[in-house]
């Protein structure tokens, strides 16, 4: 691979590449570049009432963070995905072992807004339950794929690591990128034509288990799902501001940068950024949102639908479920439809892991679209001639034996 090929915008391969490929590779940068665009609104004020940040800080280390994004991307796309499939049990057991040092390992962690789910390296946070994202959707593919010729030791396994990643996801506490990761594993078990008897069983556990070790404050937040107005200065309040700014958009919107809520909605750049787009652009932009995000998730399952490798097939799946579910999930959490729990929008809410997951997964995306419209066409069987008929050939015999030297 080229050194240009690296770089987004150079890369002279791409005239090459299957018309799904080029047209979904245009369809990220959109979003990408659309969440550059928001958070600049999003993220002023913010920076302007932190004596501490300078001015537009937030943006410019999306901006960066974006760059080195659309770097990984694009290295991706050119990296065999076999490859990638042959790495992930790697990246799941090295950022498991993030996870479970972050959660037993005292002092290890920071802790923000009573969750412990970042890891300070070298003076950057990261967040290793957005980073291994990609790596489940990579092994959770092979796995269901593997199925009926694994044996009951690499199920179990596999399954059990599963179920650790997601349980220490769960004990961060991060609930909905838990509950996330666990949708998307059992939508790949659907998809790879697990029983109803099997996928019903994993999700009557998974409910059982999450009503068991719920803990107080996120059944104080469930309340205030069902009535924000009990605690309106207190739990309800972060919801209820989201709500205003929503109103407060109208069918236009208030403006682009003329939001008014955004002072007063805690985690307007980072969660609740939706909120923040929903007043600024009304009713109509954020149907514009829903129709891009109905256009992509349709386009990309329509692609896995013509996909004869299963593997591939489940990969396309699990990345579109990541990227869209969680859109969704983000909607439904700004919007109250769903409890209020700490998960960003894709390429639109600030955060480096987050970015730098997203564009993986979105790498990911493409390459396996890229890979499964490459595919060697098998040739058909070459034609038999037709057989003459019976009365024509007759004929001709006839006329052959009566002919003169």
Known sequence: ???????????????????????????????????????????????????????????????????????????????????MVRSAPIGIFILLGLLLAIEFIPGLGATR?????????????????????????????QFFTQWSVLGWGRRSLWLGTFTVVILAIYLQPSLSVAA??????WLLA??????????????????IGAMVTIRPYQIERLMMFTNPWRDPQGSGYQLIQSLLAIASGGAWGTGYGLSGQKLFLPEGHTDFIFAIFAEEFGFGGCALVLA????????????????????????????????????????????GGVPTTGIPFPFLSYGGSSMLSNMFIAGLLVRCIRE?????????????????PMEQRSRRRFSSRNQFP
């Open 1 to 83: 691979m080229k050194l240009l090929q690296v770089l987004p915008f150079f890369d002279q391969t791409v005239d090459r590449w299957v018309p799904a490929a080029r047209i979904l590779r245009w369809l990220i940068f959109l979003w990408v570049f659309a969440g550059l665009f928001i958070l600049f609104s999003a993220s002023h004020h913010p920076a302007a009432t932190d004596a501490l940040i300078p001015d537009y800080y937030f943006f410019k280390q999306q901006v960066l963070w974006a760059g080195v994004g659309l770097i990984l991307f694009n290295a991706l796309v050119h990296l065999p995905a076999k490859v």
């Open 113 to 141: 807004n009573e969750s412990r789910r970042w890891l300070t390296l070298w003076g950057v946070l990261v967040q290793p339950s957005e980073l291994i994202k990609p790596f489940l959707v990579l092994q959770g593919a």
């Open 180 to 185: 996330l990761c666990g949708m998307m594993l």
């Open 190 to 207: 659907l998809a790879a034509g697990r029983t109803w008897g099997q996928l019903l069983t994993v999700a009557a556990m998974a409910m």
């Open 292 to 335: 891009f995000l109905m256009v992509f998730s349709t386009f990309c399952l329509w692609q896995s639908s013509q996909c004869r490798d299963m593997t591939l097939r489940l990969t396309i799946v699990g990345t579109t479920v990541i990227l869209v579910g969680q859109s969704l999930l983000n909607i439904g959490v700004v919007t």
């Open 372 to 388: 499964m419209g490459n595919a060697e066409v098998v040739p058909l069987r070459p034609a038999t001639p037709a057989r003459e």
